[in-house]
Structure formats: structure tokens, C-alpha cells
Nanobody, 122 residues
């Protein structure tokens, strides 16, 4: 019963930075990929970034050059460094983990965090 727990969200001014963290409650299961999705107010959940075993990363176009994903595979942990935040980045961010390397290609993995709020003020 692995749980993903996010931290690091909050309120930040436009142009500021936040670092999101996600750690799994157990290391008895391994993942081929971990990453992040988000849901803007009134929107639908969308892919943000993924890190796959071996170091391959993917980002949605709107965050390229501003967000960086990195991971500690042995700890089942993933992080998202968010710089130059914009109001459009506001939303609930969900950690995701996948037993297959399909995150951001086919769809999300089976494991989700409960979500953490990121609010960017103008």
C-alpha cells in the first residue's frame, strides 16, 4: 500500500520559485518513472514533467526552461524545481509514479499523491 506524499507547495509571487517534493511511503516497490501532473482551477489534469529510469526527462511545453525534474530512484522520491513561476502555473500538483516507462507518452502511472496546492499571485 504505497502512498505518495507531496510537500513544498504554497503561495508565491509571480517570478518566484518553489520546489515540490514527493516521496513514497515505502521502497518495497520500484518505479520505472515518476513525475508530476497538475490541474488548474476549472481545468483538467495535465502532464507536467516526468523522469524515467536512466535519466530521461520530458516536460510539457509551457514549463520548458523554467521547471526541472529530478529524482532519487532508490528512495522512490521525485522533485520539481519550479522557477520563474507564472499565474498560469497555479493549480493542484499531483505526484505520479509508474511501473512502466510510459508516463507522458501513453498516460500516467497507477500511483498518485493526494495533490498539493501551488498558487502564484500576480
Amino acid at each position: 500500500q504505497v502512498k505518495l506524499v507531496e510537500s513544498g507547495g504554497g503561495l508565491v509571487r509571480a517570478g518566484g520559485s518553489l520546489r515540490l517534493s514527493c516521496t513514497a511511503s515505502e521502497t518495497t516497490i520500484s518505479f520505472e518513472a515518476m513525475g508530476w501532473y497538475r490541474q488548474a482551477p476549472g481545468g483538467r489534469r495535465e502532464f507536467v514533467a516526468a523522469h524515467r529510469n536512466g535519466g530521461t526527462t520530458d516536460y510539457t511545453d509551457s514549463v520548458k526552461g523554467r521547471f526541472t525534474i529530478f529524482r532519487e530512484v532508490e528512495k522512490n522520491a521525485v522533485y520539481l524545481q519550479m522557477n520563474n513561476l507564472k499565474s498560469d502555473d497555479t493549480g493542484v500538483y499531483y505526484c505520479n509514479a509508474d511501473r512502466q516507462p510510459l508516463m507522458g507518452i501513453l498516460g500516467p502511472g497507477d500511483f498518485w499523491g493526494q495533490g498539493i496546492q501551488v498558487t502564484v499571485s500576480s
